[in-house]
């Protein structure tokens, strides 16, 4: 477990958080652009030093202000991995990863094998290359080796995809879920794009000004009314993790949630885990079961509030069973002629089509 407890102030900025990161998983530090994100991690990397507070990662106390400890950045394993990869250029990527191994200390265990980094992050082809043979993806790659052969103990990913157009961080992106499934490593994650989160986080710090708005697994931040003012009305939806049961008739993979079964267009094995964001836009509220539609996915739900939205519509929440939650984007008329309030019991429709998943690698034990 990492725990953070850090304050800095510099001019008219100050940072003031409290958050811890769990064992194993990534947690990402999500907000918009001058949140303090990048600053939460010099700070734990030992970059930056703080006014006062305490990091700790399971009995280790790296910095504590109260008792005047504040471990060098040398001496913290801590692995950090930046927009650019910072990649030496006089060396081959064999060079580079070899550096990384050699920052360890005389003696220290190597639980990270270095051609079990070459495997999971595909750098077997790259290393004889320089890095100005590389593209920006592979150079990430090779950067993000270079940290783990130093047998980190916690790792530090600032915005690691900031700098790649869509093609290379679709590129990159699968790496990032091998490292988060094969790993037991704890990562903290920065990043402004909430897609990137969607796809690699278990857990999710709110940042605004330089505070924490929220905290906790992405299903619950996912419908915090702060996070809808920062992605937009568009990009609000819930977030669910579920379950693959099996693959239907018509080709489409069965999923488990809550008390209910969805079917989504993603093909998958049984067992694995899955990670869905169902956006509020796409979600039709009947007041009865409907029939004779094409729509795949009607669901049983019952309402947990109605709140005002963005224009004239309403968000509704709709609980599907065992803590699954959705949300519904209505306008406040609809809302009205269908007298949705809390306990009523209503149907939710659901395109397969529209839903995004995101398979976790290791099927469920």
Known sequence: ????????????????????????????????????????????????????????????????????IE?????????????EARLFPH????????????????????????????TLLGLGALTARRPHELSGGE???????????????????????????????????????????????????VSHQFDEVLR?????????????????????VSRHPALREIVGPDAVGAVMSGVIERTDDAGLTVVRIGDAQLVVDEPATAGQRIQIQVLARDVIIAASRPTGLSV???????????????????????DIGRTATLLARVTARASQELELAPQKDVWALIKAVSLRGHLFSAPRR
């Open 91 to 118: 060396l081959s990527v064999l060079g580079n990863l070899q550096y990384g191994a050699r920052r360890l200390p005389h003696g220290a265990p190597t639980p990270i094998g270095f051609d079990d980094v070459v």
């Open 200 to 220: 690699l986080a278990t857990r999710v710090v709110l940042l605004d000004a330089g505070r924490v708005l929220a905290d906790g697994d992405l299903a619950a």
């Open 139 to 189: 150079k990430q790659r090779v950067s993000l080796g270079r940290a783990l052969l130093a047998q980190p103990r916690l790792l530090l990913l600032d915005e690691p995809l900031a700098s790649l157009d869509l093609a290379r961080r679709e590129e990159v992106l699968p790496y990032f879920e091998k490292l988060r499934d094969a790993l037991a490593i704890p990562i903290v994650y």
């Open 71 to 83: 471990v060098d950045a040398r001496h913290r394993r801590i692995g950090v991995v930046f927009q």
């Open 1 to 68: 477990m990492l725990q953070v407890q850090l304050r800095r102030r510099r001019g008219d900025f100050s940072l003031d958080v409290n958050f811890a990161a769990p064992v194993p998983g990534i947690t990402a530090l999500f907000g918009r652009s001058g949140c303090g994100k990048s600053t939460v991690i010099s700070l734990i990397a030992g970059l930056l030093s703080p006014d006062a507070g305490r990091v700790q990662i399971s009995d280790d106390v790296l910095v504590d202000g109260e008792r005047h």
């Open 296 to 318: 795949r996915n009607v669901v049983a739900a019952r309402v947990v509030s109605v709140t005002p939205d963005v224009g004239r519509a309403v968000l509704v929440e709709l």
